[in-house]
């Protein structure tokens, strides 16, 4: 039974237990959460079945992916890279607009964003450029113009709509680069062009983005767009198009850079509503915590079980718990590292530090957001936070994270 058991999980098993440990944390922290939810569809089980389905059909998917022998992903990038600019494309068209951004796709019944594919595709074929272009001095000149030219065309497209999602891609296939010994004189001009266009960007954001009503301004796009659809829009828009989100960008750099202190009495609670409660939450938590299940702040928080539920881990598992669950993310990139390091082939080795990095980045942004070292982004903790196929998709993510363990384990067993 045990071999039986054995053969079904190959792969590192720390991994297994890292991944293991952030779907049982999700489980029980988005059960907790999920209070709105509950109450507004007056169905207490419904929102936590169809979370803990998606788990399920999760786990089953990095099962059957880690028993797919890592030199097979590479067959599968160029189609992966036309579909991934086909949806790109397509959500930006005619796609349905969700928190006031045109982000999903419903194809057949199912929602899912056209982002997500993107950003493992983009690792992918990175990973494999940087392999085939590897010299004893490091990377070819050639790799960076390859990397460089999708990448900016697949941040572009998603950028209009998610910024925050663009500037995490961009960071992964930057570190992928240095990892992958790109010339440094390339990544040098990089970093100068990507700072021209950063300034560039946060003038327009600045110039165009004009709002009358600050009520969204410390929102994620989900409850902005709520109140957008109760209260009627109050936002002044100079510049329309793919402008339409200077608005919300350029509140939140506002807000994020605004450090004047507030009494207590005079603190807005709704105008600062998100950070607000977060910090509320998270000032209540103490060293271990109210509990499982005894939170206040999630019938108060719309995306507690989605962009603020680390706030909600703090309050209810303490500062303990939540660094626990920092701890699992680091567990992850250090084991990644080192099975990287055991890698024979180049190709592996960059796909499972670009795949982790993605994974764990993700997860530090939502972090910061909620105890306020970040502005407010709108990314959810990945394995933790409510989804459906985003959270397929990163258990896809384990599973060839997984696969790559399995071949690395092996040749080093063959020494």
């Not at 300034?199 to 165009?208: D, N, P, Q, S």
């Not at 209810?316 to 080192?338: D, K, P, T």
Request: proline share 3%; hydrophobic share 50%; net charge positive.
């Amino acid at each position: 039974m045990n071999k039986k058991i054995g053969n079904l999980f190959k792969g590192d098993k720390v991994i297994w237990m890292v991944f293991f440990l952030l779907c049982m944390i999700s489980i029980v922290e988005v059960f907790s959460a999920s209070s709105n939810l509950t109450y507004k569809t007056q169905n207490y089980m419904g929102p936590i079945i169809y979370h803990t389905v998606m788990i399920v059909i999760g786990v089953v998917a990095a099962v059957v992916t880690h028993h797919v022998p890592c030199r097979y992903f590479k067959l599968i990038t160029f189609p992966l890279l036309v579909v991934s600019a086909i949806l790109l494309l397509w959500v930006l068209i005619g796609g349905e607009s969700i928190n006031g951004a045109n982000r999903v796709i419903s194809l057949a019944g199912i929602t899912f964003q056209p982002s997500e594919i993107a950003k493992g595709t983009l690792v992918l074929y990175t990973a494999q450029i940087l392999s085939a272009t590897q010299r004893e001095d490091g990377a070819d000149r050639k790799a960076f113009m390859w990397i460089i030219i999708p990448l900016f065309f697949a941040a572009f497209l998603i950028g209009i709509e998610n910024l925050s999602t663009a500037a995490l891609l961009f960071a992964v296939i930057f570190l992928m680069m240095f990892i992958g010994r790109v010339p440094m004189s390339q990544m040098g001009r990089l970093v100068g062009g990507l700072a021209i266009l950063g300034a560039i960007g946060l003038l327009l954001i600045m110039t165009l983005g004009s709002v009358e009503d600050k009520t969204e301004e410390t929102l994620t796009e989900s409850v902005a767009a709520t109140k957008t659809a109760a209260d009627g829009d109050k936002s002044s828009i100079k510049g329309g198009g793919i402008f339409h989100r200077f608005a919300t960008q350029r509140n939140r750099i506002l807000k994020f850079l605004d450090h004047k202190d507030v009494p207590p009495e005079e603190y807005d609670i709704e105008e600062n509503f998100q950070v607000g409660h977060a910090n509320i939450a998270i000032a209540s938590s103490g060293l271990i915590g109210k509990g499982p299940g005894n939170s206040l702040e999630r019938d108060y928080l719309p995306q507690a079980f989605s962009d603020f539920i680390y706030a909600i881990i703090i309050e209810e598992m303490g500062i303990i718990g939540a660094a626990v669950v920092a701890f699992l993310y680091i567990v992850l990139l250090y084991r990644a590292a080192r099975i990287a390091s055991r890698c024979e082939n180049n190709f592996p080795a960059f796909l499972i530090m670009g795949l982790s990095l993605l994974l764990v980045i993700q997860a530090t942004f939502n972090m910061m957001v909620a105890v306020g070292l970040a502005p407010v982004t709108g990314q959810p903790l990945p394995l933790i936070s409510k989804g459906g196929t985003s959270t397929i998709i990163n258990c896809v993510y384990i599973g060839v994270i997984l696969s790559v363990s399995r071949s690395a384990k092996m040749k080093t067993s063959k020494i």
